[in-house]
Every structure is written in structure tokens, then in C-alpha cells.
Nanobody, 119 residues
Framework: QVQLVESGGGLVQPGGSLRLSCAAS????????MGWYRQAPGEERELVAT???????NYADSVKGRFTISRDSAKNTVYLQMSSLKPEDTAVYYC?????????????WGQGTQITVSS
């Protein structure tokens, strides 16, 4: 199995910055991509950013230019550096990883970490 441990959430003022980390452990021998999603109250879970093993990244339009995703493959850890935070960024942020086993992809999710942007 795979475990994802997230850290770095909290309360921040508008315009502030935060950095999320997510470490994957367990059977993680063939990670294809890692990323972050978020879910605000009453809303569906939405993609924030993903990074593939080769390094290519994808961002939601709402966070482009403000958030940066990166990855330490040796540590199976993904980071999300968030700056210029806005109240609308308030949500529970979930780490996700996709692992390939015998040609089949399996996606795993972290428990989520709350980010609140408020003055």
C-alpha cells in the first residue's frame, strides 16, 4: 500500500505565502505523477497542479503564476509553493500520487490539509 503524509497547511493572510509538502511511502516503485487538488466547502474537488515523472507540469488557470509545484524524486516528495494567496484559495488541499503496477495505474490520496486565507 501507499501512504501520503501532507504538511504545511494553516492560516495565512491575503498576499501571503505557504509551502505544502507531501511524502509518499510504502510500495511506490513506479510513480508516474504527483500533484495537488483542492476542495472548498460546497464545491467539487479540483486540480491545482500536477507534475509528471519527466518533470512536465500542469496548473489550474486560477493558480498560474502564483503557485509552483516541484518534486524530489529521491524522497518521493512533492511540494507546492503558494504565493500571493487569495481568500478564494481557501480549501482543503489533497496530495495525490499515481503509481503504475503491472501496467495498471493506481491513484492514492492524502488525508488533506486545510489552508485558510483570511485577514
Amino acid at each position: 500500500q501507499v501512504q501520503l503524509v501532507e504538511s504545511g497547511g494553516g492560516l495565512v493572510q491575503p498576499g501571503g505565502s505557504l509551502r505544502l509538502s507531501c511524502a509518499a511511502s510504502g510500495t511506490v516503485e513506479s510513480i508516474t505523477d504527483m500533484g495537488w487538488y483542492r476542495q472548498a466547502p460546497g464545491e467539487e474537488r479540483e486540480l491545482v497542479a500536477t507534475i509528471k515523472t519527466g518533470g512536465s507540469t500542469n496548473y489550474a488557470d486560477s493558480v498560474k503564476g502564483r503557485f509552483t509545484i516541484s518534486r524530489d524524486s529521491a524522497k518521493n516528495t512533492v511540494y507546492l509553493q503558494m504565493s500571493s494567496l487569495k481568500p478564494e484559495d481557501t480549501a482543503v488541499y489533497y496530495c495525490t500520487v499515481r503509481i503504475l503496477r503491472r501496467g495498471v495505474g493506481y491513484r492514492y490520496w492524502g488525508q488533506g490539509t486545510q489552508i485558510t486565507v483570511s485577514s
